[in-house]
Each structure stands twice: as C-alpha cells, then as structure tokens.
C-alpha cells in the first residue's frame, strides 16, 4: 500500500514486482512493457522512502517477485484494504472525528497521488502522466507521436 501511495503505480506493477525490475543503484524500477496496461516499458523512480520499503524487505526466500506468496505476487489487496480502513477509524476516532470515512476504492490512491502532485505543483501535467504512464492528454495524438521525452530527471524530482 505504502508504494502504491508513494509512486502512484498500479497495484499489479507493485503488487508483481520483481527483485530483477529494480536497480537500487539508479534507484529506480524498470517494469517490461507485458507488466505495464499499455503495453510500453516504464520506468518507476524510486524517492527515499520507497526505497527504503524495498530494501526493508527480505530477498532470502528465493522468491523472483518481492511480494506475495507461492508462485503470484501480492494478491491480499483486499484484505490489506480493510486492514488499512481500520487503522484509519481508529485514528479518527483518537483524533475525535465524529463524521464516518467516505468510502473509498484502492484506485483512489492512484488518483490522490495525481491529485496531490499536481496541487503541490511537484510537477506538471505531463511530467505527472508519465509519473503514472499514462499515454492520453499531454502525450495523446500528435504530441505522443514526436514527444518521446521521459521525463526521468522531473519524474524523480517530483517522487522525492
């Protein structure tokens, strides 16, 4: 959860995560184009705490993926979801929130992270979609056919 909330990746690119797609020395994540929804390599750069997360977990099971158990990756969102929930009305109520939590979707961390970049004007729009590889408005029709820039240096800049 807590990297889905720091990169705004999808849960499958987080949730399958392979030791071998990350390069702690470039501090980033290289995800093949058959992990990525549009079907394009993406490279994930990876902030402090991220970083952190990744390196706090353990390689000495033999495992290839980073999360998760048997042959899949992660696949308890669900349950890690109502976990999360709890926490969060318990901190509510400590804090003295009367109101009830608006439901919410984990997708919705996908769009808060967007949200929340933009606002605090980490980053542009379209540093932002190739934060999250999104190949619509900035780099839709034309502009996606002769813009190939990355945006690596900006995209790391905002993930810090």
Not at 16 to 43: C, M, S, Y
Not at 80 to 106: H, Q, S
Not at 108 to 113: A, E, G, I, P, T
């Amino acid at each position: 959860m807590r990297l889905l909330i720091l990169t705004g990746q999808r849960r499958a690119e987080i949730g399958d995560l392979a030791w071998l797609e990350i390069d702690f020395e470039k501090r980033q994540a290289e995800l093949p184009e058959h992990r990525t929804k549009n079907g394009r390599p993406h490279v994930v750069p990876l902030g402090p705490q991220a970083l952190a997360i990744l390196k706090s977990t353990t390689q000495d099971n033999g495992r290839e993926l980073v999360f998760g158990i048997g042959a899949g990756g992660f696949s308890g969102w669900s349950k890690a979801k109502e976990e999360l929930d709890a926490r969060i009305v318990a901190a509510r109520k400590k804090a003295g929130t009367k109101k009830p939590m608006p439901l919410w979707v984990l997708h919705d961390l996908r769009r808060s992270f967007v949200t929340h970049i933009g606002e605090q004007r980490f980053a542009q729009p379209h540093v932002i979609e190739a934060i999250v590889n999104h190949i619509s408005g900035a780099k839709a029709g034309v502009a996606g056919v002769y813009n190939k820039a990355l945006y690596l240096d900006e995209r790391r800049h905002a993930l810090e």
